[in-house]
């Protein structure tokens, strides 16, 4: 019984993390077009800082792929 708890709370704080990375996303992709860009990502320093990292592509935006990576 006390494990079947622990895997409940471990799928819970999965969940809730997959849920509020979705929901950062959204938030910073400010024009809607499913992607950020670097002018939407320099509200936020830590992004800023792993943009060029996170862009694998090159094309100057993150995807909600790339960005799940942060």
Same mark, same amino acid.
């Given at each position: 019984?006390?494990?079947?708890?622990?895997?409940?709370?471990?799928?819970?704080?999965?969940?809730?993390?997959? /849920?509020?990375?979705?929901?950062? !996303?959204?938030? #910073?992709?400010?024009?809607? +077009? =499913?992607?950020? &860009?670097?002018? @939407?990502? $320099?509200?936020? /320093?830590?992004?800023?800082?792993? !943009?060029?990292? #996170?862009d694998t592509d090159? +094309? =100057?935006?993150? &995807?909600?792929? @790339?960005? $799940?990576?942060a």
């Open positions: 019984m006390k494990t079947f708890k622990s895997t409940l709370v471990l799928m819970a704080l999965a969940s809730s993390s997959a /849920a509020f990375a979705a929901t950062d !996303f959204d938030t #910073l992709d400010v024009d809607g +077009n =499913g992607a950020i &860009s670097q002018a @939407e990502a $320099s509200v936020d /320093a830590e992004l800023m800082s792993k !943009f060029t990292e #996170l090159q +094309n =100057g935006e993150l &995807s909600k792929e @790339e960005f $799940s990576k």
